[in-house]
């Protein structure tokens, strides 16, 4: 996979009011291949956000250096080729919503960019048809439910045409229907459209759906690999204050009981099934 | 609450039922969730509970005094009751955390050491070190630490009832699991009564004792925790994830196995599992010896 955000040697320095510096983000060097799906996890304040700012230049390094596609975030003539590259989802979609229709709203960004009408009506239908809000084209953004408020500000993003787009807990504020509606069109823009996603994420289900996912703790990237690997390290897991996905924490206590389920499990069917291999164990005449 | 409806700008074409004939009693020092998907009338009836809205018909009585009520009574009342909002972040304005924490504790008339204590007492109830935090900036937050400190406000005037919007939605696994703790402590340490709110049942199973699920403005499921988080279909016809523990048990019951499906902890679903197993192995044991 040829890589597409590069960090090397990344250092984020805030500089509080009474003269204190923060380090948010420390020593990351980190590559993300295009097409590639990573989820980025770890507590509050651990620089997820910080460090996510910079695939798209609205932070720049106070050291190392950041490369998208190729192009430098330090060099200003670029910033406006970084952006169009990566698009931003936050976690409140209400704060992302600027038009009175939802198509509008999804024009928003080509028509600042003075692009032909017509190109922007396709970019428009493009965006919504992917994300699904093609029948809410006419809707005002308020009467949407918070999960299609949120495919809406990713159709705003989509609009740019970008080749990744950072999800910054994007369905934290949502009802189970709107994760799974948010969560589903993440996945299919990542192996459909082929789209790079970096998702930032506190819940570990969610995470189970990269291909890598990136654990950071004090500013540092402190373990990764893919989800399997991952939530294999449960104590490592648990000294980062971070949780196993449900049917893993489960797994692991049936472990702890002397059931013998395999780490590694993620999912309720895994779970299932291997509880049923235990059950058929038990009471199959040998 | 008796007979509770909500209507908003009725009488115009956008008028909107958003609960209907919804009636509940909470008994003091009592743990009530309440639950239901984007929609569903929850965040109406929170704020008709806290007295910001004026229901349309039936009423909202604080310890016997309509909640709306422009009296003085109605005022103490809702005095007695902590707001947490689902988005705490937009009600922060002071300069400091400590002040924005110290605000309402001040306004009731404590300061100096007292006020003090009480900030760095609100602070450590969600999980924030005092020391660390107390001078820093608002907006040199992260929006994790954000919501802590939010909380640590309302949580700072100890409120009798205690209601809370999604108190969880953006805290890290541990910091949700500490503040749900803390609560539970200070639950059983005073009489304060607790009116959870949320979509995620996971929160609700670690916190309440009752459960009132809303579905389209009308209640679709009320009673012990247990047995309302046990309705998986009732939930998922509400828009709720059922627990994954419970969705497990029901697997495994289905696989042949007995077990109880209400025994929705991780750690108690895992016992449960472990349990149904060696009881099966041992049947199975029993049937080979006496064949």
Same mark, same amino acid.
């Not at chain 1, 490369?67 to 080729?81: E, I």
């Given at each position: 996979m040829a890589p597409f955000i590069e960090t090397r040697g990344l250092y984020h320095v805030f500089r509080l009011e009474d003269g204190r510096q923060i380090a948010a983000v420390r020593a990351v060097d980190l590559t993300i291949g295009r097409g590639e799906f990573v989820a980025l996890i770890g507590p509050n304040g651990s620089g997820k956000s910080t460090l996510a700012r910079h695939f798209n230049a609205l932070l720049l390094p106070t050291s190392g250096s950041v490369? $998208?596609?190729?192009?430098?975030?330090?060099?200003?003539?670029?910033?406006?080729?970084i952006r169009r590259r990566v698009g931003m989802v936050f976690q409140n979609p209400e704060n992302q919503i600027v038009a009175s229709t939802v198509e509008e709203d999804v024009a928003f960004g080509p028509e600042n960019r003075a692009l032909p009408p017509a190109e922007i009506r396709q970019r428009v239908d493009d965006a919504l048809a992917l994300v699904g809000?093609?029948?809410q084209r006419t809707t005002p953004p308020q009467?949407?439910?918070?999960?299609?408020?949120?495919?809406?500000?990713?159709?705003g993003a989509l609009a740019a045409r970008p080749d990744c787009i950072v999800f910054d807990e994007p369905t934290s504020m949502l009802d189970p229907?709107?994760?799974?509606? $948010?969560m589903d069109t993440i996945r299919r823009l990542n192996s #459909?459209?082929?789209?790079? $996603?970096?998702?930032?994420?506190?819940a570990m289900e969610e995470a189970t759906a990269a291909r890598r996912i990136l654990a950071m703790d004090r500013g540092r990237i402190v373990l990764q690999g893919d989800p399997r690997a991952v939530f294999a390290?449960? #104590?490592?897991?648990?000294?980062?204050?971070? #949780?196993l996905p449900p049917m893993a924490d489960i797994a692991r206590r049936l472990r702890q009981h002397g059931v013998p389920v395999s780490p590694g499990i993620l999912s309720l069917t895994e779970l299932t099934r291997a509880l049923e291999a235990e059950l058929r164990a038990g009471?199959?005449?040998? | 609450m008796e007979s509770l409806s909500h209507i908003f700008a009725a009488g115009t074409p956008l008028r909107r039922e958003a609960l209907r004939d919804v009636n509940f009693r909470v008994e003091t020092g009592e743990r009530v969730g309440i639950a239901g998907h984007t929609g569903s009338g929850k965040s109406t009836l929170v704020q008709l509970l806290a007295g910001l809205l004026k229901p349309t018909a039936g009423q909202v009585l604080l310890d016997g005094v309509p909640a709306h009520g422009h009296n003085t009574t109605a005022r103490d009342r809702r005095r007695r009751m902590g707001m947490g909002f689902q988005y705490p972040e937009d009600q922060i304005f002071e300069g400091t955390v400590f002040r924005e924490v110290a605000f309402g504790p001040r306004n009731a008339g404590l300061k100096g050491k007292e006020l003090q204590a009480r900030v760095t007492w609100a602070l450590g109830m969600v999980g924030l070190d005092a020391d660390t935090v107390m001078e820093r900036v608002p907006y040199t937050l992260s929006g994790g630490e954000t919501r802590r400190v939010a909380l640590a406000s309302t949580i700072a005037l100890q409120p009798e009832v205690l209601i809370l919007d999604e108190p969880t939605a953006g805290l890290d696994p541990r910091g949700r699991d500490e503040l749900l703790t803390q609560i539970g402590d200070w639950h059983t340490?005073?009489? =304060?009564? =607790?009116?959870?709110?949320?979509?995620? =049942?996971?929160? =609700?199973?670690?916190?309440?004792?009752?459960v009132i699920v809303l579905r389209g403005g009308r209640v679709s499921a009320s009673g012990p925790v247990r047995h309302v988080l046990s309705g998986t279909a009732t939930l998922r016809e509400s828009g709720l994830d059922p627990l994954p523990s419970v969705l497990l048990l029901e697997q495994v019951r289905a696989g042949g196995a007995s077990v109880r499906i209400d025994r929705f902890l991780p750690e108690e679903a895992a016992a449960e599992i472990a349990r149904a197993l060696e009881a099966g192995t041992r049947s199975h044991v029993t049937r080979r010896e006496s064949a």
């Open positions: 490369w $998208v596609d190729g192009l430098s975030t330090a060099d200003p003539a670029n910033l406006w080729r809000l093609r029948d009467m949407l439910s918070g999960g299609q408020k949120q495919l809406l500000a990713v159709a229907r709107g994760r799974h509606q $948010v #459909e459209a082929g789209l790079t $996603v970096v998702l930032i994420t506190q390290q449960e #104590e490592r897991l648990a000294d980062l204050g971070l #949780e009471v199959t005449p040998c | 340490r005073t009489d =304060l009564t =607790l009116i959870v709110v949320s979509h995620d =049942l996971t929160v =609700l199973a670690r916190t309440v004792d009752r």
